[in-house]
């Protein structure tokens, strides 16, 4: 599965959008772009994820350059609860996709 | 629709004891995953479960460790004299499919093990 690289950490202001971005260069033309977060002590949480189109549900969206080289989860209205570190994943469409590759992701803050 | 349910949440051994976690899939999901993570380290696969049959436990320490998900019942992480690198958060995950794009794959709360 391709690499990514996700920024160690980022602030948001609570109400204002949390825009946070992964590169995946390397990623293949059957490789998803899948995103997760972890609160502290909680078990991940899957968000939302994406081939080509952008996506949007009622978590997020999310965002995929057209040369798919990297992307952008999307917290439009960001909350304190959604203080955690976010994975940004790249997964095969199939064979052994479901060992999740986990990076060290990007600890998101949300300050009131 | 009830999550990935583990229990127990946190659990207490001494070193030499055995600690068995247990994981309830998704309803409907039939794969289930074991990841570990270790304190102030990123979470890791340990193994891969179908009704019955592991499928991958590429992961998983060679000894001591053992994982199983049977016919009737929860998955269960079973380790044997637990020492104190044990200690960590297990977590247990399930998907309906084994692989393919319709298989995202929900996590469950967490194990949380200490070892004294």
């Known amino acids: 599965d391709a690499k990514t690289t996700q920024p160690p950490s980022m602030d948001c202001a609570e109400g204002r959008a949390a825009n946070l971005p992964c590169n995946h260069s390397?990623?293949?033309?059957?490789?998803?772009v899948y995103w997760y977060r972890q609160i502290h002590s909680q078990g991940p949480q899957y968000i939302i994820h994406?081939?080509?189109n952008n996506e949007t549900n009622e978590m997020a969206s999310l965002i995929i350059t057209e040369d798919r080289k990297s992307s952008t989860l999307i917290l439009p209205h960001a909350t304190l609860r959604d203080t955690a570190v976010y994975y940004c994943i790249v997964r095969n469409s199939g064979g052994s996709n479901y060992k999740l590759t986990f990076g060290k992701g990007t600890l998101l803050t949300v300050n009131p | 629709n009830a999550g990935v349910m583990q229990n127990p949440r946190h659990l207490v051994r001494r070193r030499g004891q055995e600690a068995r976690l247990r994981c309830s899939p998704m309803?409907?999901?039939?794969?289930v995953y074991w990841y570990r993570q270790l304190p102030e380290e990123g979470l890791k696969f340990m193994v891969y479960l179908q009704k019955e049959n592991i499928i991958d436990e590429s992961g998983m320490p060679k000894e001591r460790f053992s994982a199983e998900f049977p016919k009737e019942g929860p998955s269960i992480l079973r380790i044997q004299q637990v020492v104190r690198g044990d200690s960590a958060a297990y977590f247990c995950?399930?998907?309906?499919?084994?692989?393919?794009?319709?298989?995202?794959?929900?996590f469950g709360e967490g194990s949380w093990l200490t070892v004294v």
């Open positions: 994406g081939l080509k």
């Open positions: 309803k409907g999901h039939s794969h």
């Open positions: 995950a399930s998907s309906p499919l084994g692989e393919g794009a319709g298989n995202t794959i929900y």
């Open positions: 390397t990623i293949s033309g059957n490789e998803y």
